[in-house]
């Protein structure tokens, strides 16, 4: 078997402080409004593309075992995409191994589709910067579009009249944040989520009224996360990150029938939060498309948030800081 030199990628995933919940594109993938999030140091992906001119088919294995069904059909399409994009035919052998467990809200499709898209890219020599390889993320999964980039990321929605709206969204790291800030992720449940984050989102989008009010806000959401974020003021990042994850859920819960992915164990978590900040720490609550809840907190403050969370929970934690963005490395696989 002929088989060119693997490309061997690592991303990392990425939280959102103000979320991305909603496709106006579905095939694209455009997002209705901006997100902002920030890339983690924890959990990365590794993955190896080689191209195998004599296959007939793409060969995916996904932390050692051959994928099928729902995950080797999202990868081979991603694959198609670089393939029409360079020009090229060759099939792909696919290695991806994840250090997060795949499926339960702590990004691991960001992280996923980050790496892919790079080590893709790079197999089948399909030229672009960064900003080209986050419009590329993007199609495999709306979140990895920002894990292309470390620290603080902001994935634009792009303008709906734009005359290629592909070109017009992408993100692109926020350069002048001056905040040292860490999540702490309280891993209640590490299996996959009984709905996919897509599924979710179009039932949200079309049965939840409180949906377009959510919306709004976080248009102006991201404006004060912004200025909050240049002028370092946690408490205000903190609030606002709370505030945004709280009223997506809220608004996934007036779907009919309701999207639930709160349960009651991430309550008794979201109540422990509350006490720290009635204690006078500053700690504040998020979550995605899972039960798990991430602490955003000042860097200085994680360890021994961290160490509140075990005790009352019992339940692993994990200190995640400001990450790097998505790159290349030496083979080893
Ligand atoms: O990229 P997806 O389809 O996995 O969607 C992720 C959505 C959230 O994680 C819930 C929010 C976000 O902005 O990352």
């Given at each position: 078997m002929t088989v060119s030199e693997p490309a061997v990628a690592v991303a990392h995933p990425n939280i959102a402080l103000v979320k991305y919940w909603g496709k106006r594109d579905e095939d694209l993938v455009l997002p209705f409004a901006d997100s902002l999030s920030m890339t983690l140091d924890v959990f990365p992906t590794t993955t190896a593309v080689r191209l195998d001119p004599a296959a007939g088919a793409d060969h995916v294995v996904m932390d050692g075992a051959v994928a099928r069904g729902e995950v080797l059909h999202r990868t081979v399409r991603f694959l198609e995409l670089v393939r029409?994009?360079?020009?090229?035919?060759?099939?792909?052998?696919?290695?991806?191994?994840?250090t997060v467990p795949v499926g339960a809200g702590l990004a691991s499709s960001?992280?996923?589709?980050?790496?892919?898209?790079?080590?893709?890219?790079?197999?089948?020599?399909?030229?672009?910067?960064?900003?080209?390889?986050?419009?590329?993320?993007?199609?495999?999964?709306?979140?990895?579009?920002r894990s292309v980039f470390g620290g603080f990321v902001v994935w634009q929605a792009g303008t709906p009249d734009a005359p290629d709206p592909d070109q017009d969204s992408y993100a692109e790291p926020v350069t002048d944040a001056r905040l040292d800030a860490a999540l702490v992720a309280v891993v209640l449940e590490s299996g996959p989520k009984p709905v996919s984050s897509r599924e979710a989102m179009r039932h949200t989008v079309a049965t939840a009224a409180p949906y377009r009010d959510w919306l709004a806000d976080c248009r102006a959401a991201l404006v004060r996360m912004r200025e909050a974020l240049r002028?370092?003021?946690?408490?205000?990042?903190?609030?606002?990150?709370?505030?945004?994850?709280?009223?997506?859920?809220?608004?996934?819960?007036?779907?009919?029938?309701?999207?639930?992915?709160?349960?009651?164990?991430?309550?008794?978590?979201?109540?422990?939060?509350?006490?720290?900040?009635?204690?006078?720490?500053?700690?504040?609550?998020?979550?995605?498309?899972?039960?798990?809840?991430?602490?955003?907190?000042?860097?200085?403050?994680?360890?021994?948030?961290?160490?509140?969370?075990?005790?009352?929970?019992?339940?692993?934690?994990?200190?995640?800081?400001?990450?790097p963005g998505a790159g290349l490395r030496a083979e080893d696989a």
């Open positions: 029409e994009r360079a020009g090229r035919r060759e099939r792909a052998v696919v290695d991806t191994r994840n960001a992280s996923g589709f980050a790496a892919l898209a790079l080590a893709a890219a790079h197999a089948y020599g399909l030229p672009g910067d960064s900003r080209a390889l986050s419009r590329l993320a993007r199609r495999g999964s709306g979140s990895a579009a002028g370092g003021d946690m408490t205000t990042v903190g609030e606002i990150a709370e505030h945004n994850a709280l009223g997506m859920h809220a608004a996934m819960e007036a779907a009919r029938p309701a999207v639930r992915y709160r349960t009651a164990a991430s309550d008794a978590v979201l109540g422990h939060v509350r006490a720290l900040r009635e204690e006078g720490v500053g700690a504040w609550a998020t979550m995605d498309a899972g039960p798990n809840v991430k602490v955003l907190c000042a860097g200085a403050d994680a360890g021994r948030i961290a160490d509140r969370m075990r005790a009352v929970t019992g339940a692993p934690v994990v200190v995640a800081r400001s990450g």
